[in-house]
């Protein structure tokens, strides 16, 4: 049947689209490989709509959707000043609401410089007919810099609405509760500061970070977190409400006396893995593992896990050097992984085709 729907696709549709099959390097690898979309600008994240639409920000300030296969090649809506796209800055983090076939809500987080400052917001944009428009600014402010702007927001199983920021290049920030920078933040999903966060009228969950880049909760709802660390030292964690990650004082394996510390699950030591996105993985050959998507490190970690979620049992690398730096990862409902490339992020050596959006099938 599939291979009937691809035949259909790729007689209607001109050579720049068609789904792209890709043969696995290797015969054990248990997934097909396709490319559904490619030519983008570094899409820095995904998320799947209950319609099985396909969303997207491309890093320059544009929100994408791919329907039945096919990249509409007009942008829901695209950015302009103040918004800005420089270095690691630029359109970010994107949800759908949990309802969004109701809501037609998408969250999003992007840089913009107001007197020659940069900041990040988040915001809530409201879709119709194939367009979008703000329709409410959730958390603003938010310090930003050319490098380390976090980015990522995800909605969590408690639905509220879960947001990493980096430490704009100022680590101080990371241990000041006042501010917003080097956190995961945490609000409802109108921008109301909830009830049971860790510090009254604050919506600061955990301190002490670097530059978080990825959130995913696993079947119990133990919340991770990828975070780069300064030189290598590049950190999963378990997140817990007030938690202290010990960033500027500490990093990997290294204690303080002077504050209450979480140690990360695994951190890379004296390898640079750069993890970004982070999804957990609940069927196929790969459930109940974390999958990891690496930029400096080209390739895609799976992280398997003892039941309790609390420790490590193995890791393997996966795809590595195949497809550059990835920057997303996310499953869908079928089971298909859904892959992001960042080669065009001014870090990378992009191919012709790149950057790539790819779908690991399940065979």
């Given at each position: 049947?599939?291979?009937?729907?691809?035949?259909?696709?790729?007689?209607?549709?001109?050579?720049?689209?068609?789904?792209?099959?890709?043969?696995?390097?290797?015969?054990?690898?248990?997934?097909?490989?396709?490319?559904?979309?490619?030519?983008?600008?570094?899409?820095?994240?995904?998320?799947?709509?209950?319609?099985?639409?396909?969303?997207?920000?491309?890093?320059?300030?544009?929100?994408?959707?791919?329907?039945?296969?096919?990249?509409?090649?007009?942008?829901?809506?695209?950015?302009?000043?103040?918004?800005?796209?420089?270095?690691?800055?630029?359109?970010?983090?994107?949800?759908?609401?949990?309802?969004?076939?109701?809501?037609?809500?998408?969250?999003?987080?992007?840089?913009?410089?107001?007197?020659?400052?940069?900041?990040?917001?988040?915001?809530?944009?409201?879709?119709?007919?194939?367009?979008?428009?703000?329709?409410?600014?959730?958390?603003?402010?938010?310090?930003?810099?050319?490098?380390?702007?976090?980015?990522?927001?995800?909605?969590?199983?408690?639905?509220?609405?879960?947001?990493?920021?980096?430490?704009?290049?100022?680590?101080?920030?990371?241990?000041?509760?006042?501010?917003?920078?080097?956190?995961?933040?945490?609000?409802?999903?109108?921008?109301?500061?909830?009830?049971?966060?860790?510090?009254?009228?604050?919506?600061?969950?955990s301190l002490g970070h670097r530059n978080p880049q990825g959130l995913a909760w696993n079947s119990r709802n133990?919340?991770?977190?990828?975070?780069?660390?300064?030189?290598?030292?590049?950190?999963?964690?378990?997140?817990?409400?007030?938690?202290?990650?010990?960033?500027?004082?500490?990093?990997?394996?290294?204690?303080?006396?002077?504050?209450?510390?979480?140690?990360?699950?695994?951190?890379?030591?004296?390898?640079?893995?750069?993890?970004?996105?982070?999804?957990?993985?609940?069927?196929?050959?790969?459930?109940?593992?974390?999958?990891?998507?690496?930029?400096?490190?080209?390739?895609?970690?799976?992280?398997?896990?003892?039941?309790?979620?609390?420790?490590?049992?193995?890791?393997?690398?996966?795809?590595?050097?195949?497809?550059?730096?990835?920057?997303?990862?996310?499953?869908?409902?079928?089971?298909?992984?859904?892959?992001?490339?960042?080669?065009?992020?001014?870090?990378?050596?992009?191919?012709?085709?790149?950057?790539?959006?790819?779908?690991?099938?399940?065979?």
């Amino acid at each position: 049947m599939r291979k009937t729907i691809f035949n259909f696709l790729n007689k209607i549709i001109s050579p720049s689209k068609r789904i792209k099959i890709i043969k696995p390097k290797s015969r054990q690898f248990p997934y097909n490989i396709e490319v559904i979309s490619e030519n983008l600008t570094v899409p820095w994240a995904l998320d799947i709509s209950d319609e099985e639409k396909i969303y997207f920000t491309e890093r320059s300030g544009s929100i994408r959707v791919i329907e039945n296969g096919l990249l509409n090649p007009k942008p829901l809506i695209t950015f302009k000043f103040p918004f800005v796209s420089e270095n690691e800055g630029g359109l970010m983090g994107l949800a759908l609401d949990p309802k969004f076939s109701q809501t037609h809500y998408i969250y999003l987080m992007h840089s913009y410089r107001e007197n020659n400052i940069l900041y990040n917001k988040v915001v809530r944009l409201i879709e119709k007919n194939n367009m979008a428009t703000i329709d409410k600014i959730l958390l603003d402010k938010i310090p930003g810099s050319q490098f380390h702007n976090g980015g990522r927001i995800k909605i969590g199983p408690d639905k509220k609405l879960y947001i990493t920021t980096g430490d704009a290049e100022n680590p101080s920030l990371s241990q000041d509760i006042s501010t917003l920078a080097g956190k995961i933040l945490r609000i409802e999903l109108n921008g109301d500061i909830p009830m049971d966060n860790p510090f009254t009228n604050s919506p600061v969950y955990s301190l002490g970070h670097r530059n978080p880049q990825g959130l995913a909760w696993n079947s119990r709802n133990i919340l991770y977190s990828s975070e780069h660390g300064q030189s290598a030292h590049d950190e999963i964690n378990i997140i817990i409400p007030g938690g202290n990650y010990g960033w500027p004082l500490v990093q990997g394996d290294e204690t303080s006396t002077e504050i209450t510390i979480q140690k990360p699950l695994v951190h890379s030591k004296e390898i640079t893995w750069a993890p970004s996105g982070i999804a957990f993985i609940n069927v196929g050959p790969w459930k109940d593992n974390l999958l990891v998507a690496t930029l400096r490190g080209q390739q895609l970690l799976s992280i398997s896990l003892n039941n309790e979620g609390t420790a490590i049992q193995n890791i393997e690398a996966l795809l590595k050097g195949e497809y550059g730096r990835l920057r997303d990862v996310v499953q869908g409902k079928d089971g298909s992984i859904y892959i992001t490339t960042s080669n065009r992020d001014g870090r990378g050596n992009p191919s012709i085709s790149d950057d790539r959006i790819i779908r690991l099938v399940l065979k």
